[in-house]
């Protein structure tokens, strides 16, 4: 949608790597992107252990696309943006979550700006719920920043911990032998205020949180472009 309404490009060549993430993530970009009339001029599948994309960046060139979609990762994503660039298609690559990392703007180089890259809910820095987890985080001194996910998955735990404490309290502060059963069904009714805003979750187990970010590279690093709710 944000390619279509927002970026304006109309003519997209699809690319995956073949894996499940990357190939349903373009499946799915390939149909909402038709849908909105979206033309897609060319489809390629690369070789995920591969470094060299050459023929797939001629193919592009050649396809007259404004855009570029990828399915995969940064590994794969960043040496293809930059041959991309280096064919002539001087036009953004745009992909998912699996390409939002610092290494992927250490890949692609300077042919990486303008790239596009989409992400569950609204970068962590930027929300006053995540202010205490972000400077704790700083003040640990981890080697790894927290990225996409830091916030998340320090959510996700203290989801599994509020499941498991709401079991112990149904059963006189002990664990039930069947506990691991009892704690799945507890955590449909997990609900909180966490670092990344409200955890609960809906009747088929997802998050009610449907906030997606879009992040371009711009000044060696992932600049917001927009935030908001999806809808579909």
């Given at each position: 949608q944000y390619v279509y309404n927002d970026a304006k490009k109309k003519k997209v060549f699809v690319i995956d790597d073949?894996?499940?993430?990357?190939?349903?993530?373009?499946?799915?970009?390939?149909?909402?992107?038709?849908?909105?009339?979206?033309?897609?001029?060319?489809?390629?599948?690369?070789?995920?252990?591969?470094?060299?994309?050459?023929?797939?960046?001629?193919?592009?060139?050649?396809?007259?696309?404004?855009?570029?979609?990828?399915?995969?990762?940064?590994?794969?994503?960043?040496?293809?943006?930059?041959?991309?660039?280096?064919?002539?298609?001087?036009?953004?690559?745009?992909?998912?979550?699996?390409?939002?990392?610092?290494?992927?703007?250490?890949?692609?180089?300077?042919?990486?700006?303008?790239?596009?890259?989409?992400?569950?809910?609204?970068?962590?820095?930027?929300?006053?719920?995540?202010?205490?987890?972000?400077a704790n985080y700083k003040a640990e001194g981890y080697k790894e920043a927290f990225e996409a996910y830091g916030g998340y998955s320090y959510d996700s735990a203290w989801a599994i911990i509020e499941a498991v404490k709401k079991v112990v309290e149904d059963n006189d502060g002990k664990l039930p032998d069947d506990a691991r059963s009892k704690v799945v069904d507890a955590m449909q009714n997990v609900s909180f205020d966490g670092v990344t805003g409200k955890v609960s979750f809906d009747e088929f187990g997802d998050a009610t949180n449907k906030q997606l970010t879009v992040y371009t590279v711009k000044g060696g690093d992932w600049a917001t472009v927009k935030s908001g709710t999806f809808t579909g």
């Open positions: 073949k894996k499940t993430y990357g190939a349903g993530l373009a499946a799915t970009f390939t149909e909402e992107f038709k849908k909105l009339g979206g033309q897609v001029v060319g489809t390629e599948h690369i070789n995920p252990e591969s470094k060299d994309f050459s023929a797939v960046a001629t193919k592009v060139k050649n396809s007259g696309a404004d855009v570029v979609y990828y399915g995969g990762e940064y590994p794969q994503a960043g040496p293809l943006s930059k041959q991309i660039k280096e064919a002539g298609a001087k036009i953004p690559l745009v992909g998912g979550d699996g390409i939002y990392s610092a290494d992927f703007i250490k890949l692609s180089g300077a042919s990486g700006v303008g790239d596009l890259a989409t992400s569950v809910g609204a970068p962590v820095e930027t929300l006053p719920s995540a202010k205490e987890f972000v």
